[in-house]
């Protein structure tokens, strides 16, 4: 039943895929016409526009992918579901996550001149590997999470991004309400640099994987048109998880956004 959830998701984002628009032209850079919903793991204030929907892939270690379906429901709410596996790519059986995840965001402040935008929402979807004795992601899900934005106008575009969340991931002894912050630098009109610390303060305690260190990563987005978002990023750069890569876990995002309308 979990490979036939993957294989479903996988069918709807390859069907809506072909579809173009000049209305959506990516979220990375200074002429960006769309929001970015996520730094690298951590999530922003940013919404989808009401009447649009997106479709988010994320490649990572072990052959894995983990695909998001969203959809802007109203101007201040999205709803969404995902799901991931690992050793879709390779020779090996593939392995599915147990449960798909569900993402509902509400955006109850509105940014201005002076004030940041505020978004309140859930997410059940964890990135990279599930790892089921432990019964938690590798990075755990936001859970219930409420996150400020504010952008300006600093040779481009500058966004700073700071939260609170509380993941349902607590099997492993760490229950703490976690902090999180970062920032997204435009370099040009196509291209965003992204740099983001989470405090990793729920993932330090008893059978935990961190060490206290928390989680210091960072990306670049570049903006290809018509929707298409592409991404590369090193994650875990302080090595706060045992047995990391020397120069850090590298994963691939690809993002398209388009309209029903």
């Known amino acids: 039943m979990r ?16 579809q173009s628009t000049s209305r959506a032209q990516g979220s990375a850079g200074s002429a960006a016409t769309l929001e970015p919903r996520y730094l690298v793991d951590i999530p922003t204030a ?34 969404g579901i995902s799901y991931g596996a690992n050793q879709v790519v390779g020779a090996d059986k593939i392995d599915p996550n147990p449960y798909p995840g569900i993402n509902i965001r ?12 505020v978004l309140v929402g859930f997410d ?34 500058l966004s700073v991004h700071g939260g609170l969340n509380y993941s349902l991931e607590r099997k492993d002894g760490s229950n703490a309400v976690n902090m ?10 196509n291209i965003s640099f ?25 990306g670049m987005r570049w903006s290809v048109g ?4 592409l991404g590369f990023d090193l994650k875990d750069l302080v090595k706060n998880q045992r047995d990391r890569a020397s120069i850090g876990n590298r994963t ?5 956004v388009n309209f029903f309308l």
């Open 124 to 157: 059940s979807q964890g990135k990279e590997p599930y790892i089921d004795e432990l019964d938690r992601y590798t990075i755990k899900s936001p859970g219930f999470f409420v996150v400020i934005s504010k952008n300006y106008n600093m040779l481009g575009n």
């Open 106 to 117: 509400v955006r109850i402040v509105d940014e201005t001149t002076i004030a940041p935008a």
């Open 46 to 79: 940013g919404l989808l526009p009401r009447g649009s929907f997106s479709v988010d892939m994320d490649f990572f270690q072990y052959g894995g992918v983990m695909m998001r379906i969203n959809a802007g429901i109203a101007h201040m709410l999205s709803f």
């Open 252 to 256: 691939v995002y690809i993002e398209y």
């Open 3 to 18: 490979l036939q959830i993957f294989l479903l998701l996988l069918v709807i984002s390859i069907l809506c895929i072909p």
């Open 194 to 218: 992204l740099l983001e610390y989470n405090l990793g303060l729920n993932d330090a305690r008893a059978d935990a994987m961190g060490r206290g260190r928390g989680y210091l990563n960072t």
């Open 226 to 229: 018509k929707g298409f978002t």
């Open 180 to 189: 999180y912050t970062g920032l997204e630098k435009s370099l040009g009109t």
